[in-house]
């Protein structure tokens, strides 16, 4: 069976997740900007939920994936806190300005994941890899640090773009770490896209509309990106949820 990843960006996607069969998620804030760390109190809420895995997404902004000195000690406290709060694993990325995986930062962020753990913490490397200059030494650094997943969409604006890169990094990998193919996986193309590549997990945020309960609006005034509608948000739905557990279930 391929594994099934939902990204969840808040507790009612959460709930969705759970609803739609999901025991694995990817826990974030700020979807829009490509994903950030969630709060304490959403991640302790999370893994309150009953859902199985809980891994909790640390980007400390959005933008590139070159960090400071003082985002990486902020990203440290943000790892130990997911880990106390029962985070079940972490996913994190990092480059160099020449578009290397960042073996030093990245070192730093899976010890302290790993330090005083009283439980084996899994680590992502997430899409920060689709990014990189070189995949294929690319993934043997992420393979080097003790990654446990591959989070990449094959250098591509989508898996479904990517799958003929995607299939080679599955192949380059030969077994040695979980590649998960991510960016605009659903239903209508999950099964071609795992069928093509022969990763070993999708992840997806399964997401639709969610009308808002709000009576009163004020349609022209916008509060994030514009064009976004407020008052129909995208949240993860269970019926999508579903249908992709049963194409991950039949691969």
Not at 100 to 122: F, S
Not at 169 to 195: E, K, L, Q, Y
């Amino acid at each position: 069976m391929v594994d099934l990843e939902i990204c969840c960006g808040d507790m009612s996607s959460v709930s969705a997740a759970l609803e739609g069969g999901a025991s694995r998620i990817e826990l974030c804030s700020g979807l829009a900007e490509g994903g950030l760390t969630p709060s304490a109190a959403l991640i302790r809420a999370a893994v309150g939920s009953g859902i199985g895995r809980v891994n909790v997404l640390i980007r400390p902004r959005s933008g590139d994936f070159l960090y400071s000195e003082d985002e990486l000690r902020i990203m440290e406290y943000d790892i130990r806190v997911a880990v106390a709060s029962g985070a079940t694993g972490i996913v994190i990325g990092a480059l160099t300005p020449d578009g290397e995986v960042d073996m030093a930062a990245c070192g730093r962020l899976i010890a302290a994941a790993r330090e005083n753990a009283a439980r084996y913490v899994e680590v992502t490397f997430h899409r920060a890899f689709d990014l990189a200059r070189d995949p294929l030494k690319s993934l043997e650094d992420v393979v080097a640090l003790g990654c446990d997943c591959l989070l990449t969409s094959g250098m591509a604006a989508s898996a479904e773009r990517g799958v003929a890169e995607l299939k080679r990094i599955v192949d380059h990998a030969a077994g040695r770490i979980t590649v998960m193919a991510g960016s605009g996986v659903s239903p209508a193309n999950a099964a071609a896209i795992i069928d093509a590549t022969g990763v070993g997990a999708i992840h997806s945020t399964a997401r639709s509309p969610r009308p808002s309960a709000m009576r009163f609006r004020r349609e022209e005034v916008p509060m994030g990106v514009p064009g976004a509608d407020e008052y129909a948000p995208l949240a993860t739905s269970p019926d999508i949820v579903a249908a992709l557990l049963e194409i991950a279930k039949s691969h």
